[in-house]
């Protein structure tokens, strides 16, 4: 069965300092491995995936994410975070029988100035 | 960008009415998908589509209805809608395992009130 915990509901960071949103995730199967970003009243939008190339994914505005197998993570990352990034995080894994996706329940960021 | 448009964006109306939200997609995909989202919550699979022809409920139970009669349409139908019916309504698409990238291509969303 395939699953994913999102580790944080709300993570709050000053501006400048590192993002750390955690994942973890159950599949039986080889995954793939997402994140999105959602801002206020916006569809979701995909930072980055993994698809069992290399295990450090590199996305969109300085995100990035590893994959480890034995730790059954997927945490994303930022080195240093802007105010623009505040914003709902969803880390979704797909999956299974009939190759469905399933997310998780959201991390909500805030940054502060 | 995504080539998955939804309308209306926003949507304030009445008990009883019968409303319908459009999603369309231009990419050729296959499978589609209904989300509902509450504010600052999780979303809820509540209706998806293998292809033309085919629907099936999600997680979620919903009384909206959908249907699939083009590859690139998948509208939603609420016959009478209700307050506890207020919510965001979220449409996605994605190629299935074999082909594409496998991720979801999501729309801006269908917000609606209903009084």
């Known amino acids: 069965a395939q699953s994913v915990t999102q580790l944080d509901s709300h993570v709050s960071v000053s501006e400048g300092t590192p993002v750390l949103l955690r994942c973890n995730y159950s599949?039986?199967?080889?995954?793939?491995l997402f994140w999105y970003v959602q801002h206020p009243n916006k569809g979701l939008q995909l930072l980055l995936k993994?698809?069992?190339?290399?295990?450090l994914v590199k996305g969109i505005n300085g995100f990035e994410a590893e994959f480890k197998k034995s730790e059954t993570s997927f945490h994303l990352t930022k080195p240093s975070a802007h105010m623009s990034d505040a914003a709902e995080y969803f880390c979704v894994v797909r999956g299974g029988t009939g190759n469905q996706f399933y997310f998780g329940t959201g991390t909500s960021l805030t940054v502060i100035p | 960008e995504a080539d998955i448009y939804q309308t209306p964006r926003y949507l304030v109306i009445g008990t009883g009415k019968k409303i319908t939200l459009e999603c369309s997609q231009t990419?050729?995909?296959?499978?589609m998908y209904w989300y509902q989202q509450d504010p600052g919550m999780e979303l809820h699979l509540i209706h998806y589509s293998y292809g033309v022809n085919s629907t099936e409920k999600g997680d979620l139970s919903s009384e909206s209805t959908v249907s699939r009669i083009r590859t690139e349409h998948f509208p939603l139908t609420l016959e009478s809608a209700r307050p506890s019916h207020t919510s965001q309504y979220l449409c996605?698409?994605?190629?299935?395992?074999?082909?594409?990238?496998?991720?979801?291509?999501f729309g801006e969303g269908s917000r609606l009130t209903v009084l």
């Open positions: 993994y698809t069992s190339a290399a295990t």
């Open positions: 996605a698409s994605s190629h299935r395992r074999g082909g594409g990238t496998g991720e979801l291509f």
């Open positions: 599949s039986s199967y080889s995954p793939s």
């Open positions: 990419m050729g995909h296959d499978k």
